[in-house]
Each structure stands twice: as structure tokens, then as C-alpha cells.
């Protein structure tokens, strides 16, 4: 083995991408305060899934709450 060898020793394992989706739509329903749409995914989500998906699903809230939020600009009356 080279010292640049791009050969990855431990494979990554497998996401599920429809819980990442998931997660990306409940941060953006968190982040916006719509409950409907964030009980909604919760029903879909449930509790009985097992570590893996709910890690894809804290995976994809991670992926959206990285990016800052865009600050508001103030309300200039003329």
C-alpha cells in the first residue's frame, strides 16, 4: 500500500436515503414552525424503526441545520 492509496479500509455502511429525506424535511418544518408537517413526518417515522434508520434520520436533521439560517432584514419605513 502506498501512502496515496485512495482504497478505503472500512466501507462506509449502507444509508437509507428515505430516512435522510426525512430528516432534511423535519429540520426545514422545525425551522419554518410548522407542526403540521413535523407530526405528520414523525407518524411516517414512528418509533418502532431501529437505530439505523432513526441515525439516517438524525443524519438528515444535521445536514439541514448546518446551514445558518439567512437573518432577516429590518423593516425600514421611509
Known sequence: MGI??????????????????????????RRHRDTKAM??????VGNDKDVTDLSD???????????PPIPRSRNRRR
Do not use: K
Open 39 to 44: 407530526n405528520r413526518i414523525m407518524r411516517q
Open 4 to 29: 496515496f492509496s485512495r482504497r478505503n479500509s472500512t466501507p462506509e455502511p449502507a444509508r437509507n436515503e428515505e430516512m435522510v429525506g426525512l430528516g432534511r424535511e423535519y429540520a426545514i418544518a
Open 57 to 67: 434520520f438524525r443524519d438528515g436533521q444535521e445536514s439541514y441545520d448546518s446551514i
